[in-house]
């Protein structure tokens, strides 16, 4: 049997139809696009607050928390993380410390003198208390809870809170770990002078195998990597001066 041949007037309105069609497709895509945006957005603003409220409590540990965080990024560079990876690592890198809010550990934090036993026991409690604060995120950061409550466990074992060893630690733990070390002695403490870059680095080096990770300190001795620490520390140090010598 011969196909019928369309009449003019059924291929209008087929062609109205694949228009229609288009324009539909367009606006729903626009309107993902748009939830999308808005989505980031609130999520961008919602780390904010949570930063803020930490800078409110202890603007040392905020001002740590941003370095650290901008220390991970060409460790992240370097490793060709994914994007959703590297975003998990930054949001988890400025948030590691949140769990320090809590009213019990500020005086430890803040300690001028060497802290006890039992106050040693208790800033170890931390890394779980920054967990269970960002645990909400974790439909948006999938393991955030777990990699900020790894940030101090250590490569053989010998860490806490749960004596995590190699690679059973998150990666992006063991990325966090090694900038918070290197930010921790670059900068001033209540109870230590801080080190040069190059003796903050060789004190890296000589912890690598044991503390950190060896692959993650190896990635320290390429030129781009280490450069952009040592300019972190360098305006991180200056800021300190200038925001402790107004105070
Ligand atoms: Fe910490």
Redesign the pocket.
């Known amino acids: 049997m011969l196909a019928s041949i369309p009449s003019r007037r059924s291929l209008e309105l087929l062609g109205a139809a694949v228009v229609a069609g288009g324009l539909a497709g367009a606006a729903f895509t626009a309107g993902v696009r748009r939830e999308r945006r808005e989505s980031k957005r609130l999520h961008r603003t919602l780390v904010q607050l949570l930063l803020n409220t930490l800078s409110s409590g202890d603007p040392v540990t905020a001002r740590h928390s941003r370095r650290v965080a901008d220390l991970t990024d060409p460790i992240a560079g370097a490793l060709e993380l994914p994007p959703r990876e590297q975003a998990t690592l930054r949001v988890a890198a400025l948030l590691?410390?949140m769990?320090?809010i809590d009213d019990r550990f500020f005086h430890i934090i803040h300690s001028r003198s060497p802290l006890s036993k039992r106050q040693r026991a208790e800033i170890k409690q931390?890394?779980c208390e920054?967990a269970h604060i960002l645990e909400p995120l974790e439909p948006v950061h999938p393991e955030i809870s777990r990699i900020v409550a790894s940030?101090?466990e250590c490569w053989n074992g010998s860490g806490y809170p749960n004596g995590l060893a190699g690679e059973e630690i998150p990666l992006a733990a063991r990325i966090i770990s090694v900038a918070?070390v290197f930010d921790a002695v670059t900068q001033p403490r209540a109870y230590h002078d801080p080190l040069s870059v190059e003796e903050a680095f060789e004190a890296l080096r000589e912890d690598a195998g044991s503390k950190f990770d060896p692959a993650i300190v190896a990635l320290l001795e390429r030129p781009e990597v280490r450069e952009r620490w040592a300019q972190i520390a360098r305006s991180g140090l200056e800021e300190e001066e200038r925001v402790q010598g107004r105070a």
Do not use: F, V
């Open positions: 590691h410390d769990g320090k931390h890394p920054s940030h101090h918070d």
